[in-house]
């Protein structure tokens, strides 16, 4: 038998975890051209070897695929030059720190901060430009909730910005009023589907704040993308862009910034028409390659459950008679999702309450029934709180469940929180059934929801298998979690099946893309206490090393 070509790469010494069944483990890979051309034991590795071929010796570290975040916002990312609001727990350190940015940036024109947790207010109200102002005076400030899907503006904020008593249905949110003056109280919902959209976001360049400027977005985009190959996400999925965010990863690959390959899911807001879809299909032929890709769409059925705006079936906690809205009545949702569904657009909808998930299930059983069955692979992305009569749907109606596990924490959603407190105990039982949607046969993407939370792949797993707080602490709702082998298939095979990438990446394979992970340690055998603080000691994509751990 004559040997085979030289490879371009050879991995040898490995505990390879390939979530590949039908040859699970390895000890060795062999790439050519940024492909995996063979896969076995180190014993047949050098037969793989040449003058020329590039070696890693793993020294018995695991390796797994690269990792696919299915929902990482890396474009819109952290920013640097806001006021970091991370773990500020009460108004009283919310002002801490915007004074303390303040003092070193004195000469400010627009004071702008990120990740304020709605917790941080008392007696679970939410935030008015009274408390802000005195901390801010007269400089215009602007402040985003950690899920972005909320603004939080003082009151020189809402001169800047035309925000009055008439004028409450702004390009970039809905700016809540004060139930007795009818005067705006300084607090904007709706961000996240208004604020974040092609127009919402020309407005508020065009108003001058510095935050939506296209430097600002490039600058957030590039530290993200280093930050996930850092952590070995090799294929990023990037859930809600406009046609004018594509120029940033355009430039990204012109300047050698995208590592990571892009997919990357265009936002079909309320009012979006045939030339618009028109648009979208023109960008999803001229964005078509292995690095960067465009074509799902993200739509919206409801909010978030912290300031009830998720749609529930029945009312909040503790709220009379109100139990949320979904942006769309369900029969207008059903003929705009089968319509998408005809024109073979994948549809990633944002749905968290219990009633808003059942709304995406009931329009994609429509679709079914009115195209016929395709592999259209739709996704609920969230799946907060899901009512178990549902559970089932999910892999009846070929519907992913796209799920980021550290939003259950308990420290982030648990008891005492908002996100249980507005549920109510009674529908605990209901919080992100990740257990019961695998063993119901439901396909699992797992993914980070950067920047509403940690981007790093291993703080999720262990979330995903504890539920337990980052820091150790009683697991909430321990019945749903999984183990190791299925949180890291979620990151993985299940991301990549979600997307349509399965015969490219998810697992290592002859065939596939070389995109893999050498790790710091042994996921599968040490304490889940010791997954958080795993490092990617070395990343590849398409065979080339593009990452190494200092």
């Known amino acids: 038998m004559h040997p085979p070509a030289p490879a371009d790469l050879l991995l040898t010494g490995a505990r390879i975890h390939t979530v590949d069944p039908d040859l699970p483990e390895a000890e060795a890979l062999a790439v050519r051209d940024g492909r995996i051309v063979w896969l076995g034991p180190d014993t047949g590795a050098e037969r793989w070897a040449g003058p020329d071929t590039e070696r890693i010796d793993a020294g018995g570290r695991l390796v797994l695929p690269g990792f696919v975040d299915a929902h990482n916002h890396v474009r819109l990312g952290s920013d640097d030059a806001c006021v970091q609001l991370a773990g500020a727990r009460s108004l009283a350190e919310i002002h801490d720190r915007i004074r303390a940015w303040r003092a070193r940036n004195p000469g400010a024109a627009w004071i702008e901060a990120e990740a304020f947790d709605y917790s941080a207010l008392p007696d679970g109200r939410m935030p008015c430009a009274a408390d802000l102002d005195p901390v801010t005076g007269d400089t215009p400030a602007v402040v985003l909730s950690y899920d972005v899907h909320t603004a939080w503006l003082n009151t020189a904020a809402m001169h800047r910005l035309g925000v009055t008593r008439d004028r409450t249905d702004l390009p970039f949110g809905t700016a809540r009023t004060d139930p007795g003056t009818g005067e705006p109280t300084g607090f904007v919902t709706d961000f996240a589907v208004k604020g974040l959209s092609r127009e919402g976001h020309r407005a508020l360049r065009e108003l001058g704040v510095p935050w939506a400027s296209p430097d600002r977005q490039y600058g957030r985009l590039v530290k993200s993308l280093d930050d996930a190959i850092r952590y070995g996400i090799t294929t990023v999925v990037e859930p809600q862009n406009s046609l004018d965010d594509l120029e940033l990863f355009a430039r990204a690959?012109?300047?050698?910034?995208?590592?990571?390959?892009?997919?990357?899911?265009?936002?079909?807001?309320?009012?979006?028409?045939?030339?618009?879809?028109?648009?979208?299909?023109a960008a999803g032929r001229e964005f078509a390659d292995d690095r960067l890709r465009v074509g799902p769409l993200k739509l919206y059925i409801d909010d978030v459950v912290e300031p009830r705006t998720a749609a529930l079936l029945e009312p909040y906690a503790g709220c009379g008679s109100h139990r949320g809205d979904t942006f769309y009545p369900p029969e207008e949702f059903a003929e705009l999702l089968a319509a998408l569904d005809a024109r073979g657009f994948q549809c990633f909808v944002h749905a968290t309450g219990d009633r808003g998930i059942r709304t995406v299930l009931d329009a994609v059983e429509h679709a079914r029934a009115v195209n016929g069955p395709r592999d259209a692979?739709?996704?609920?992305?969230?799946?907060?709180?899901?009512?178990?009569?549902?559970?089932?749907?999910?892999?009846?109606?070929?519907?992913?469940?796209?799920?980021?596990?550290?939003?259950?924490?308990?420290?982030?959603?648990?008891?005492?929180?908002?996100?249980?407190?507005?549920?109510?105990?009674?529908?605990?039982?209901?919080?992100?059934?990740?257990?019961?949607?695998?063993?119901?046969?439901a396909v699992l993407a797992f993914?980070?929801?950067?920047?509403?939370?940690?981007?790093?792949?291993?703080?999720?797993?262990?979330?995903?298998?504890?539920?337990?707080?980052?820091?150790?602490?009683?697991?909430?709702?321990?019945?749903?979690?999984v183990d190791v082998a299925t949180a890291v298939y979620g990151y993985t095979m299940g991301s990549a099946y979600a997307n349509f990438l399965e015969h490219d990446r998810g697992s290592l394979t002859v065939g596939k893309a070389a995109d893999f992970v050498v790790l710091s340690r042994d996921i599968f055998a040490v304490p889940a206490d010791r997954i958080p603080g795993t490092v990617a000691e070395t990343v590849v994509v398409a065979g080339e090393v593009v990452h190494r751990a200092a």
């Open 447 to 481: 993914s980070s929801d950067w920047n509403v939370a940690e981007m790093d792949p291993m703080i999720g797993i262990y979330t995903a298998v504890t539920r337990r707080p980052l820091g150790g602490g009683e697991a909430w709702r321990p019945a749903e979690t």
């Open 253 to 281: 690959r012109a300047e050698g910034r995208l590592r990571s390959r892009i997919v990357a899911a265009l936002f079909h807001p309320r009012g979006t028409g045939a030339a618009d879809l028109a648009e979208f299909e």
């Open 377 to 441: 692979r739709h996704q609920v992305v969230h799946v907060e709180c899901l009512d178990p009569a549902d559970v089932p749907r999910f892999a009846e109606l070929g519907v992913v469940a796209c799920m980021q596990p550290r939003h259950c924490a308990p420290e982030i959603a648990g008891p005492g929180q908002d996100w249980a407190e507005n549920v109510g105990e009674e529908r605990w039982h209901k919080a992100w059934p990740m257990r019961s949607l695998h063993e119901a046969g």
